[in-house]
């Protein structure tokens, strides 16, 4: 996909085709941190491969999934069928995404459980930084690209800070709460975990999963395979069309999503599953009430996370200056419409 707005931040063409072991090994590594972040409600999968430089990548590898796919899988046309997928790709990062759900997920979880203030300004350093980088794919914020980062903002604002809803444990409440969280999962700023447990469905699914109640799982999963599709396809076409204007609605996710990241914050209700876990319900950000050893980590955590994001965007800026340098100036292409 040629976007004349791309750097080096996001670009398609360098990080979808591995073709080293290096390329699979910084894959992986990327899917790690995708992987940890996911199982953390409130911290999107997708905000992550944006801080990464694979989220463009990752829309057209997702939506090479089509109808033409499945007809030559159904025929056991392996060849055929993955010959247009960039599953090297998607193996490669998906590797790293189970990894991280298998091994550190589980720390991140206690740390949460113990630390959740130093975890989040972790969290909170990331995104704020990962706004500053992506906001530079935009070269000229004309008034309605400014306006329309802040309806975005505002909306997520409020999206965050929703009280979760009783629902049902329906077949079809379980099928459409899959297919919203895999929408959430590819967007920046919104989690698939947050949208379970603004549906009410969070514990139960999270349930189901430690009793293995595969009817249940099923129909999520069905869900997210639908959500997932038409999401990346919708974002694909958008990147194409109108790139400006998804790039400023997806920063005003970003920037809204700041609430929910938040270090400082008191619980006001809870929820008991039905293991008789309390988890939280409805919190409220706050400052922090004075000068702490905590306050003092948790903002250096937050410089921390801040400082990578720009490490790794002026690393990856300088690699595509060094390729560019090795191969010459670039042949002019025409954008496909």
Not at 229 to 257: P, Q
Request: charged share 10%; net charge positive.
């Amino acid at each position: 996909m040629l976007d004349r707005n791309q750097t080096a931040f996001d670009d398609p063409s360098s990080v979808g085709n591995p073709t080293s072991l290096r390329d699979y090994a910084l894959l992986a590594g990327r899917g790690f941190l995708m992987g940890s972040a996911d199982v953390v409600p409130g911290v999107s999968g997708g905000t992550i491969a944006f801080i990464t430089g694979i989220y463009q990548a990752l829309i057209e590898a997702i939506s090479a999934f089509n109808v033409a796919f499945v007809q030559r899988l159904l025929r056991l046309q392996l060849r055929e069928a993955f010959a247009g997928v960039p599953w090297r790709f998607l193996l490669a990062l998906g590797t790293g995404i189970a990894a991280a759900i298998l091994t550190v997920s589980h720390g991140l979880s206690w740390a949460l459980e113990h630390y959740p203030t130093l975890v989040w300004g972790f969290f909170f350093g990331l995104v704020s930084a990962s706004i500053l980088v992506v906001r530079r794919q935009v070269k000229r914020w004309t008034p309605a690209l400014i306006a329309t980062a802040v309806l975005f903002t505002v909306g997520m604002y409020l999206l965050a800070g929703l009280i979760p809803a009783e629902l049902p444990h329906t077949p079809l409440i379980l099928f459409l709460s899959g297919a919203l969280a895999s929408c959430a999962m590819i967007l920046p700023g919104i989690s698939g975990a947050f949208i379970l447990v603004l549906v009410g469905q969070y514990p139960y699914v999270l349930q189901a999963v430690v009793d293995r109640r595969i009817g249940v799982l099923f129909l999520v999963a069905a869900g997210a395979a639908l959500g997932l599709a038409l999401a990346s396809r919708a974002l694909k076409w958008l990147f194409h069309h109108y790139h400006d204007v998804t790039v400023a609605a997806l920063t005003g996710l970003m920037l809204g999503s700041l609430r929910k990241v938040w270090p400082w914050k008191v619980t006001t209700a809870t929820q008991v599953t039905s293991t008789g876990e309390v988890i939280p319900l409805v919190q409220a950000n706050v400052l922090p009430a004075g000068w702490s050893a905590e306050v003092a980590a948790t903002i250096g955590l937050a410089l921390l996370g801040f400082a990578l994001v720009l490490a790794v965007e002026g690393l990856a800026q300088r690699v595509r200056s060094d390729r560019r340098t090795a191969v010459g100036p670039e042949t002019p292409q025409v954008e496909r419409a």
